[in-house]
């Protein structure tokens, strides 16, 4: 006698009552391909010096890839090339390659890794 007759279901019943709990689980950051940005994005957006910002966060980074950040009009401000980040996220102090900091404006940012590519805005009020 199996411990599932006691109960008058059969596995299979059993197996489909916990299979939603079982896929219910997140996968872990570092699950994150190389290829796959979808879900990459920063934050605080808008970034303000007011409320106490002192990073923008890029998460759910793949191991490895490239962040460049543009102004509106193109230039490249900063450019931060990564590897196996911590949690699959990176701060960025704010500041252009120079060390300066960025000023209030909007600005673009790419994230590429392998063939994936994403982009987002920032938005920086000081």
Same mark, same amino acid.
């Given at each position: ?5 006691? @109960?008058?279901?059969?596995? %299979? +019943?059993?197996?489909? =009552? ?5 896929? %219910? !689980?997140? =996968?872990? $950051? &570092?699950? +994150?391909?190389?290829? *796959? @940005? *979808?879900?990459?994005? %920063?934050?605080? +957006? ?14 759910? @980074?793949?191991?490895?890839? *490239?962040?460049? $950040?543009?102004?509106? %009009?193109?230039? @490249? !401000? ?7 980040? !911590? ?5 960025? *102090?704010?500041? /252009?390659? &120079?060390?300066? /900091?960025? =000023? ?19 938005? $920086?009020?000081?």
């Amino acid at each position: 006698m199996t411990p599932f007759r006691s @109960l008058r279901l059969s596995p %299979a +019943v059993l197996l489909a =009552a916990f299979l939603p709990i079982l896929w %219910a !689980v997140p =996968a872990p $950051v &570092s699950a +994150v391909t190389d290829a *796959d @940005l *979808d879900s990459a994005h %920063a934050y605080p +957006v808008p970034f303000k010096t007011s409320l106490g910002h002192k990073t923008i966060t890029f998460a759910f @980074l793949p191991s490895e890839g *490239d962040i460049r $950040v543009y102004t509106v %009009a193109g230039e @490249l !401000v900063r450019r931060i090339a990564f590897a196996n980040p !911590v949690d699959g996220k990176l701060e960025w *102090d704010v500041t /252009n390659s &120079s060390g300066e /900091n960025l =000023a209030t404006d909007t600005y673009f940012f790419i994230i590429t890794s392998g063939s994936g590519k994403k982009t987002g805005k920032l938005i $920086v009020i000081r």
